[in-house]
């Protein structure tokens, strides 16, 4: 069992070298040391029982995983971001479900013909938004919307993280699915 000196020597010593390999994967140091903060974070929760030995291979496997969810993550969004992009405003806080709001001059800034085609897809969507199934609506709002990890959705959900995993998949195939079959190509 490592101790508290031994487990912060060890994370001292390996910080750097994940953060090289977080960097050279996803090419921004933002995203990298999010990625090796929360690795760190995960080995320090959930292996600080295991002997020093050991934290090497099970560190490199956690930023590997990192590295991979936040692919994963990457592409979900896109996929959602492409979507949506339509619907957002100048706000950030906005919702983007929500109908776009007139400028400040009580003009809006696209044709009649737009605004309902917008109107119609937000319809659409939150339809078969409420079509999926509870646990993969939930775990589709918490992570792509609320932008929360996985991690804080399956404590939020009362899970695991596979299963939330599971849950943002298939929620993402049949929302594509159901999409594509009314017309909304993304």
């Not at 979900?76 to 339509?86: E, G, H, Q």
């Not at 109908?99 to 009649?112: P, V, W, Y």
Request: hydrophobic content about 45%; overall charge negative; glycine content about 4%.
């Amino acid at each position: 069992m490592a101790t508290r000196v031994e487990l912060s020597d060890f994370l001292a010593g390996a910080e750097r070298r994940a953060f090289k390999q977080a960097m050279f994967a996803v090419r921004d140091a933002d995203h990298a040391l999010d990625i090796v903060q929360d690795a760190m974070f995960k080995l320090a929760e959930n292996y600080a029982d295991r002997p020093v030995p050991e934290l090497g291979p099970i560190f490199a496997r956690i930023v590997q995983n990192a590295i991979h969810d936040f692919f994963r993550r990457q592409k979900v969004r896109a996929t959602w971001v492409t979507l949506f992009s339509a619907l957002s405003s100048a706000d950030d806080d906005a919702d983007p479900l929500e109908a776009l709001d007139a400028n400040e001059d009580g003009r809006t800034t696209e044709s009649a013909a737009d605004t309902v085609e917008r109107e119609q897809i937000v319809h659409i969507v939150e339809e078969e938004l409420a079509r999926l199934p509870p646990r993969q609506r939930e775990a589709f709002v918490l992570r792509y919307w609320e932008d929360l990890d996985v991690g804080e959705t399956a404590a939020a959900m009362k899970c695991s993280e596979g299963s939330v995993k599971t849950h943002c998949s298939r929620a993402t195939q049949a929302l594509a699915k159901s999409l594509r079959a009314r017309g909304i190509t993304l």
